[in-house]
């Protein structure tokens, strides 16, 4: 082989393993920084989660909304009834957007999890999220108000009949069993955070929602159904 091919050979092979190293060096700094920037998301996904849970509105309120407007007497002045529906529909929106935001900030921070744009440009890493979200629309109480709304003024005499009374009633009840579920949560995640623990049981709290909204789901269903 002449010299001047060798050489030429010798350079190729030095050229290649530079650029060997160079692609790990700059691939174990890509690795780092990817590794850096998902620890602070974690970080950041954490305090934000423990706070909006520790700071969670109750659900009671609209509990007891709807529980004025099932009881409510049949001579009862229809302003006051629509008053309280439009309360009770701006304490429905507030206690979903509340659960959706719980949802969005329930990370599973696992070696495979990847975070991914998903339902209305939210950001998550699991498909429990995923499917509770969607379940969190479903159950969204604001929606039978609104048809109830619109029902009370187009009926003549205005009358909230029985079978929207037991609705209101079982929507109530089990609020008051989902606020009881949160509160619970919130002692334990409060203390967590006090002690400095993590990561927090987010998967847990997603668990224990679930009976709560499928059953939510279920008296609106039930609600539709009998229209």
Do not use: C
């Not at 620890?39 to 950041?44: A, D, E």
């Not at 029985?162 to 619970?184: F, G, H, N, P, V």
Request: a positive charge.
């Amino acid at each position: 082989m002449p010299k001047r091919i060798r050489t030429s050979i010798i350079i190729l092979i030095v050229l290649v393993f530079i650029s060997f190293l160079t692609y790990n060096h700059l691939n174990h700094r890509w690795e780092s920084k990817y590794n850096h920037l998902k620890s602070l998301y974690q970080q950041k996904n954490d305090s934000g989660y423990i706070y909006i849970v520790t700071h969670a509105s109750s659900a009671i309120p609209l509990a007891e909304t709807l529980e004025k407007i099932s009881t409510s007497k049949e001579d009862e002045d229809p302003a006051k009834i629509q008053q309280l529906i439009t309360q009770a529909q701006a304490q429905a929106k507030t206690i979903n957007e509340q659960l959706l935001t719980i949802i969005e900030f329930s990370d599973d921070f696992s070696k495979k999890s990847v975070p991914e744009v998903s339902i209305n440009q939210t950001v998550m890493t699991t498909e429990l999220q995923k499917d509770m979200f969607i379940l969190a629309f479903q159950a969204n109480v604001w929606r039978p108000l609104y048809n109830i709304s619109y029902n009370y003024w187009k009926v003549k005499p205005k009358l909230i009949n029985e079978d929207t009374r037991k609705t209101l009633l079982a929507l109530a009840t089990e609020l008051r069993a989902l606020d009881k579920t949160i509160t619970s949560y919130k002692e334990v995640a409060a203390d967590m955070a006090f002690r400095g623990q993590t990561p927090y049981p987010k998967t847990l709290l997603l668990n224990q929602l679930k009976p709560h909204l499928e059953k939510l789901k279920s008296i609106q269903n039930s609600m539709n159904k009998n229209r």
